[in-house]
């Protein structure tokens, strides 16, 4: 498979850049693998498209201000990334990070962040990683959250505000460690949640930390050259006896978001059953996979050439989903973190 298998063209103006006018307001689009059928809605329709008895497994983790603004000492602006929590027994202020400076930052740079927080090069890693040390008076992550910028996909072209401090974050976030949000959650309100708990639909939570692989370009043509990038996850015994009891049972089990999917398939047996546990996630799934745990999908509009879009093409037929990305060119739907949702039965 060719990476120009998965491409489209989407106009700029169809890029949603900020949220929608009030949680839960997003458009839905929804398609019917059995009957090859879309059909065109508002996202509060979902609800209609659940049975009782079926599990919805979402993603509970949470964005952390991952973008650190901060000078060096000779004055030079510096920006550091967060990506992930270096596995290290005596700090848990080291990290894994992207810097961004006129120069590259060498290994025994300081950078101030703020007062009393500083961050200080290690050395440097596998590109383009390099190690870094966080020095402050109080609580690491506190200070993260004090000083730190949201980090927005870089096809949103404007700085953070105070609003996607609430609304880049899904409504069960709970575990901080994502450098980006699980999007699909983001349309559910605590009102539908508990409307889908009244009806009978079972809601469990599982943790992957969405990393910086979700922003990064699939650079090669033949798309199984393409590696991902490590990201961790937890499924909790609770997740795990859900779902298992679920398959048993022949109830359908919806993936909110494709991180859920993610987490779901890499801990699924050979024999489709549910592990509980954590590690990392650093399954590649496109067209020709069979899914083991995942019956129905709730997803956003992806880019074009996207491992995400490569997905959701496995999860259905490719070429019925890039028609009914067509469709939803034609009606207007808005793309990508922001945009509309997708429902895949």
């Known amino acids: 498979m060719q990476l120009t298998d998965f491409d489209y063209l ?11 006018v009030r949680r839960g307001a997003s458009r839905l689009l929804c398609l019917d693998r059995q009957s090859a059928t879309v059909e065109s809605g508002n996202f509060s329709d979902i609800l209609e498209y659940f049975r009782p008895g079926d599990v919805l497994v979402v993603n509970d983790t949470k964005v952390i201000p991952a973008r650190l603004l901060g000078q060096k000492q000779t004055g030079g602006k510096v920006e550091i990334f967060l990506v992930r929590q270096h596995p290290n027994e005596t700090s848990a202020e080291e990290w894994l990070c992207l810097t961004k400076s006129s120069k590259p930052l060498r290994a025994g740079t ?3 962040l703020a007062p009393d927080f500083s961050a200080e090069v290690l050395e440097e890693m596998e590109a383009p990683y390099r190690l870094v040390r966080f020095h402050c008076s109080s609580d690491f992550m506190q200070k993260v959250e004090e000083v730190g910028h949201l980090p927005l996909p870089p096809y949103i072209q404007r700085e953070d505000n105070q609003e996607d401090h609430s609304r880049y974050q899904t409504v069960f976030a709970r575990e901080k460690g994502a450098v980006a ?38 650079r090669v043509e033949n798309i199984l050259q393409h590696k991902m990038h490590a990201e961790l996850f937890s499924i909790p015994e609770a997740t795990a006896n859900a779902v298992n009891l679920a398959r ?23 024999d489709g059953l ?65 945009g509309d949702c997708m429902l895949i039965l």
């Not at 989407?10 to 929608?20: G, K, S, Y």
């Open 10 to 20: 989407l106009p700029d103006e169809l890029i949603a850049q900020v949220p929608a």
């Open 110 to 112: 300081v950078v101030n």
């Open 181 to 218: 949000a699980p999007t699909a959650g983001l349309h559910f309100t605590e009102k539908m949640l508990q409307q889908l708990v009244a009806a009978g639909v079972e809601i469990y939570n599982l943790t992957l930390h969405v990393g910086l692989g979700t922003f990064l370009p699939v």
């Open 248 to 270: 048993k049972e022949c109830r359908r089990v919806f993936a909110l978001g494709t991180t859920s999917a993610r987490a779901l398939e890499t801990a699924a047996t050979a």
């Open 274 to 338: 549910l592990q509980a546990g954590a590690g990392d996630s650093e399954i590649f799934i496109y067209p020709g996979y069979q899914f083991k745990i995942v019956d129905a999908l709730i997803t956003n509009f992806h880019l074009p050439k996207s491992t995400l879009l490569m997905l959701v093409s496995a999860f259905a037929d490719r070429e019925f989903i890039l028609s009914a990305y067509r469709q939803a060119i034609a009606e207007r739907f808005r793309f990508f973190s922001y």
